[in-house]
Structure formats: C-alpha cells, structure tokens
C-alpha cells in the first residue's frame, strides 16, 4: 500500500495555511498576583493536510495552545489565524473538530445521542444524524454501544465517543487534546490507524497533542516540540517514514525518528 | 425483564411498608390513649408526667375506628358523607395548588434563566428573591383575595377566589424553583460550555441542550419542596382568607363543631395529608420518569 505524504507547498501563501501562529501569549490573570504566563512568543505554521503533533512537558500549555487555536479563550498578544481568518470566525464557521483531554460526555444523553449532539446542534435532520452517528459509533468500535449511558462505559470508551463526536461532522480541521491517553496499548494503535486512515482518505489536517513520543512519530508528519512554562514551540522536527502501518515501528528510520525526539524534548526540558 | 420483575417486588415491598406504617401508626395512637385513659382513670394529676402529656380521652382522641366510620357518616340525613364533602375539598385544593405550582415552575424557571445572564443581575436580584419568602402568609392570604376581586377585572376571564389561592401557592412555588434553578443552570463544568462554544452554539441552544438539562436533578428536589408548600399554601390560604370549597374551609368548619364531633375534623386532616401525599407522589412519579429516559436509574 503507497502511502501519500501530504504536503503543503512550502513556503505558500498566509491565506494557504490553516493554521498561522506568530509571537502567540496567552496570560491568565492578567494584573493580578496569581498571573500565570502560559504561552509567551509562540510561533507555528501548519500547512493544509499536515498531521501535526505537539510534545511537551506536563502543564507546559498545550491544551492553552489548542483552546487558543479554538477561539475558546482570547490571547494576551499576538497573531493567530485559522483558515486564514481569526479563531473566533472560524470557531463560528465550525471550521474544526475539537476533542478534548476529558472526554465531556453529556451524562444524561445514551453514546449515540452524545455524538449526534453537533449535528442537532447543526440542524441535521434526525433520520440523517442517526444514521451518520451508528456509522461512527462503529468506527471507534463501540457498534453495540449506542444505548449505554456514560456512566456505564469505560474511560477508553468514553473517550472513544468523544472522538466519533467530533469526527461526525467531517471537520476539515481536527485539534485533539491527548485523545488516546486513556486507551490500552491495543486499543491505542487501533485508534492511531483508524486515526491515519480517516486522515488519509479525507482533506483533513490534525492537530494532535500527546504525551508519547512513538504515538507523535507514528501518527505525524511533523512533530512540534513545545518547551516549558512560558511556552513557544522550542523545535520542530520532520518525520520521514517510508510508509505509516503496524510495521514501520520496528524499522531503523522510526527509532531514529524516535531517539531524535526524545533528545530534543530532553534538552528542552532541561532548560 | 429482570431489572422490571426486581423494580416491582421493590415497589411491592414499599407499599407493604407504608401499609405496616400506617397500621403501626394506629396501633400508636391507640396504644397511647389506652395508656393515657388508664393513667387517667387512676389519679392523673398525681402522676407528674402524665399531666404534662396531651388527653386522651374521646374528644382529644378518637378512637381510629370511629375516625374511620366518619367517612362514611352524612351531617344531614341522607346528604352527603363527610369522606366525599373531604375528597371534593381535597380536589379543590389540589386544583389550586397544582395551578400555583405551574405558574410558580414557570415563573421560577424565567427567574433562574434571566438571573444567569450576568452575575451582576445575580447579585443585584437574587437577594430580593430571598427576601420575599420572608412575607407571612397568613397574613398576605386575605390581601391577595381582596386584591384579586377588585384588581383582576381587565383578564379574558373571570377572577375567582380560587385563583388568588393560586396565587399563594405560586408564590411558594417559585422561590425554589427559581434558587435551585439557577445553581442547576450554572452547574455545567466549564469543559462542557466549552465543547458547546466549539461547536458555535448560540445562547438559546446551550440553554436547551446543556444547561436545562443539567438543571433537572438540581429542580426535582425543588419540586418535591414546591410541592408540598403548594398544599399547604393552598389550605392556610383558604383558611385565612376565608375561601369556600376547599381542604381548608372544610377543616375550619369541621373545627367549629369539634364539641359534637371530633372525628370529622380528624378525616379532614387525613384527608389534608393524603392531598399533600398525592401532591409529592405526582413529582416523585415525573422524576421516576424522566431519569429512566435518560438512563440514570440504570446505574
Ligand atoms: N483557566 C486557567 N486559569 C489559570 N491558569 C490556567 C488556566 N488554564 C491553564 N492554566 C495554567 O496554564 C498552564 C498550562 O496549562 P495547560 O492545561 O495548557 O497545560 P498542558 O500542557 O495541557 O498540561 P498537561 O500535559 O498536563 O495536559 C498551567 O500552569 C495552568 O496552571
Ligand atoms: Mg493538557
């Protein structure tokens, strides 16, 4: 199987980008002494169809960054654009599909009702949304799950509604918040697949925040490795691998990928 | 299957419960006054305690099978029986209190809903709220109904003292709903209004699909409050202001003529607690309902 690595054409146009980041800040509590500097002269470009991952240290300002890109909180200072109009536009375009860290099931709606919420919130009609909604239940696996409440479902799985959640509505731009972190190892690189596959086959371009390091190399095209509080995008680093199945985890170019990674991210860290 | 086979021995078993109560309660009283009668048939005021205790004799006490037989019993020759003249009073008050209530979960409901558009409003507004349970009912009642025939001419339809009993019962109704209201809108987590915002939900939407929703097991502890103090507004109003055909005109009769009959008043105060009963069942029931649909009973 030929795996096409999209591109970007480099050094294309501002309004080419979907995402356009430069000397992003973001303070909480501005003017009051528990102000918190989360993310201070932040830059980042990220092309059309790029699977970008973003790697840092815990409470670094990742999930900050990602509501940022989201229109969900305003920044303190700089440029940020989405689809090369601000955050907030494209929040109310419904340019993207969030999923965030904490699955945020609604409690009192059954699996399928939870990932139909964004197209009743759309306005799709009810036959058109069950159906779209059992056809993605049954892409994260949970087929015989459209009934179950949340309390009645696992972490992984609560997590994995969230992830049919926000793919329902085919968002050109996806953000992910750690979506796997909850997942066992076998569940986890089924999800990843599924993930590469829904990436490959349609125009999407993911944003992706994680903790592991193989995860960021598997999935990305490019990983961003994001330095401690205040937080900027410290390196970027390019993975090539010759194609994105089960197998490339044993080759000699993963590992280094790898290694590579966990250097960077090392020296960050120390700093 | 199991769990409704499992969900009917329950309910089995608690209505044999209640009636356990019930006879054990009788059992009580009649026990007491017992008790009460021998002490008195002996020397009652040389007996320190028992003088402090309340009487039992006939008149204080009724014996539970003459309370029962009042039921059935007509003041006038062949009118009708003090149980019916109790159950149509008690349709009355129901009927008054169950329109309150209506009108005081609506009204509650606008209240919680404007007050969580700004935190100003809150702070400004809900103090007020507070301090309007304040007035004393009793002596509000008689204001209300006079207001009411004198003030309410400009409605579709005619006032009637009914509905200003109504009134009273809205007026308990609403602080409840409208305090445990607010605290259920504002409850979603700040992670769930965010997913909202994400998904570029207008005010209206988020209200309908999050906030209402969320507010629903903080409101059903307000409509069993509401509930109650619906009945017994209803009664203490017909009482106070003088209002026919009710629980309260009844009771307030039935006590005018306790001297000649004191069962009677007792079937009226049975007959007030069944009322109050069915009001409170009526809630437990909707909320029963609602949870099973969204699946909180499955846990
Ligand atoms: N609403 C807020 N108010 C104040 N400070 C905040 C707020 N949200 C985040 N912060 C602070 O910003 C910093 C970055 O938080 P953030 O959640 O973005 O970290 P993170 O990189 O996602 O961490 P993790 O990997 O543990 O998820 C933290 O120091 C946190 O305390
Ligand atoms: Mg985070």
Redesign the interface.
């Known amino acids: 199987m030929s795996t096409p690595e999209p591109q970007g054409a480099p050094g294309a146009a501002a309004e080419e980008l979907v995402l356009q980041i430069a000397g992003l800040e973001k303070t909480f509590n501005p003017d009051r002494p528990n102000a918190v500097t989360a993310i201070s002269g932040l830059d980042l470009a990220v092309r059309p169809r790029e699977f970008v991952s973003i790697i840092g240290p815990s409470g670094c300002g990742k999930s900050t960054l990602l509501?940022l890109v989201?229109?969900?909180i305003e920044p303190t200072a700089g440029e940020l654009s989405v689809n090369g109009r601000s955050a907030q536009e494209a929040?109310?375009?419904?340019d993207?599909?969030?999923v965030?860290q904490?699955a945020?099931l609604?409690?009192?709606?059954?699996a399928i009702r939870n990932v139909e919420?964004?197209l009743?919130?759309?306005g799709w009609s009810k036959s058109r949304r069950r159906a779209r909604a059992v056809e993605m239940l049954k892409l994260v696996d949970l087929g015989g799950f459209d009934?179950h409440?949340p309390?009645?479902l696992s972490g992984g799985m609560q997590q994995r509604v969230a992830i049919a959640r926000a793919l329902s509505f085919e968002p050109a731009l996806l953000l992910m918040d750690e979506p796997f972190g909850a997942l066992d190892e076998m569940t986890r690189e089924h999800m990843q697949a599924e993930l590469l596959k829904i990436w490959r086959e349609t125009a999407t371009t993911v944003i992706f925040i994680t903790h592991s390091i193989p995860e960021a190399v598997f999935l990305s095209t490019r990983v961003a490795v994001m330095s401690a509080r205040p937080a900027r995008i410290a390196a970027e680093i390019p993975i090539e691998l010759p194609e994105r199945t089960p197998l490339v985890r044993d080759t000699e170019e993963f590992f280094r990928s790898v290694s590579r990674v966990r250097r960077t991210l090392r020296s960050v860290e120390a700093t | 299957m199991a769990s409704s086979s499992t969900s009917r021995r329950q309910r089995a078993r608690r209505s044999l419960i209640f009636a356990v109560f019930l006879v054990a309660l009788a059992l009580l009283y009649t026990g007491y006054k017992a008790v009460g009668q021998a002490i008195d048939d002996t020397q009652r005021d040389w007996w320190v305690v028992g003088s402090f205790l309340p009487r039992s004799d006939d008149k204080n006490m009724p014996p539970v099978l003459d309370i029962l037989a009042e039921f059935g019993k007509a003041p006038r020759e062949g009118g009708t029986t003090i149980g019916k003249l109790t159950f149509d009073g008690a349709l009355f008050t129901l009927r008054e209190a169950a329109v309150g209530f209506g009108a005081g979960t609506i009204i509650g409901l606008a209240i919680a809903v404007v007050l969580l558009q700004s935190r100003r409003a809150e702070r400004g507004v809900l103090p007020y709220v507070i301090a309007s349970q304040t007035v004393p009912l009793i002596a509000i009642a008689p204001i209300v109904v006079v207001w009411g025939r004198t003030n309410f001419g400009f409605l579709p339809w005619e006032w009637e003292d009914w509905m200003s009993v109504s009134l009273i019962a809205t007026y308990l109704t609403f602080f409840p709903v409208a305090v445990n209201g607010l605290r259920g809108l504002q409850s979603p987590s700040p992670e769930a209004t965010e997913l909202m915002q994400s998904y570029a939900a207008g005010r209206r939407q988020v209200l309908r699909r999050l906030q209402l929703p969320a507010s629903l097991p903080f409101l059903f502890p307000a409509f069993r409050i509401a509930a109650t103090a619906s009945v017994v507004g209803a009664i203490v109003g017909e009482i106070s202001a003088g209002v026919r055909g009710g629980l309260g005109r009844l009771i307030l009769d039935f006590a005018g003529k306790y001297i000649t009959g004191p069962e009677r008043l007792y079937v009226a105060v049975i007959g007030a607690c069944i009322t109050g009963l069915v009001a409170v069942g009526a809630v437990a029931l909707a909320e029963r309902l609602v949870l099973a649909r969204r699946g909180e009973l499955a846990r």
């Open positions: 509501r989201g229109g969900l929040r109310l375009a419904r993207y599909g969030m965030f904490a945020g609604l409690d009192w709606r059954s919420l964004p009743e919130l759309m009934s409440y309390s009645e």
